[in-house]
């Protein structure tokens, strides 16, 4: 197998119309074979798995080491589906820039076709988007929110976020059978080919850190704002007390005084509680409750899947050949044209080479 690392340079421009036509079309022919062999959950599980869902998208037809392979083949399958959601038991709603902004009303306009709560869907988009812009502060701000469900109340999530200084992307991916807490590790995968030292309030060392900020919150102000003033910062910290504005930080406290928030996962998911906010309790809960919160990268795979010599990820092969030959399987049943078919093969062979 040939294998390697990439980064995912981030490309302008819009796809030509008649590559993001076959896109649909042949984006709508793999989901339809998935469904009729297994069924709707298993295209929310294919979607959130890295290897499979890059694999999607070269035998969709994209360049497979742009960024713009996650907006794309999360467009095409949105489209390609539409009109036929009741059908196929499957929903989008979301995507790149504005359009991610009107996912809760494209989730409620599917109301009459649902069997739960769209209220429930709803919340679980907003909190992971909440979670990867401001629990997890990690450089990338997120530009695309993809929201995939069912009927039945299953969901997955896509979205993708850029880092503005190397503007290369993340990309996140959430599935709800395996989100037991939506604040402790609660991704199926995140995809990067670059680590760092990042704020991460979701990640499990962090639990003390988050307890001790919902005990922060629901703390009358003045006794906060009092404490601090005789605290000492710990050398190591690049963050001083005069970083913390007493006004802002006043009505940050007021806010979340006023709420009371029974945990953390209920006080991110407050209006108003941003990344400056979270960064701030975070501080706080270290100098108060001697609490620092984990500074884990969670990135475990690369774009490309890993390399051979292991850096910067070891490449799980037998996921990645079971992704290529699931494919393969499907595409083979897939009712499309024969040259359709015949350049798919050997878009996917290219893979595996």
Known sequence: MKT???DLPLHYGKIPRWLFQRMKELAREIVSVI???YDTDEVLRRL????????????????WHSSGLTTTVCGALKEGIKGREKEFGLFIAGGKGNVSRQTPLEIENFTPLLKTNPERLIYASKIAAKVDSSALQDGYQLYHHCFIFTKNGLWAVVQ????????????YHWLSEKVSDFVCEPHFAICCDHRGKVLNM???????ARDSIVKIVNEKPNNILSEIRSLKMPIRHSISI???????????????YENQPKNFEHLLSLKGIGPKTIRALSLLSELIYKAPPSTRDPVRYSFAHGGKDRHPYPV??????????????????????????????RRLS???I
Not at 48 to 63: N, T
Not at 242 to 256: A, F, G, M, V
Not at 320 to 342: M, P, R, T
């Open 48 to 63: 959130s798995d890295p290897f499979w869902f890059q694999a999607f998208g070269c035998v969709l037809g994209f360049d």
């Open 316 to 345: 799980d092969k037998e996921n990645y050949d079971n992704s290529i030959n699931f494919l393969k399987e499907v595409l083979n049943s897939a009712k499309i044209g024969y040259y359709e078919k015949l350049k798919a093969f």
């Open 242 to 256: 005069e970083d913390i504005e007493k006004s802002s930080l006043k009505k940050i406290l007021l806010k979340t």
């Open 35 to 37: 469904i009729y062999e």
């Open 160 to 171: 993708q976020g850029m880092n503005e200084e190397t503007h290369y992307a993340r990309r």
């Open 4 to 6: 390697g690392i990439a």
């Open 350 to 352: 290219k893979l595996n």
């Open 202 to 208: 979701v990640a499990k060392e962090s639990e003390k």
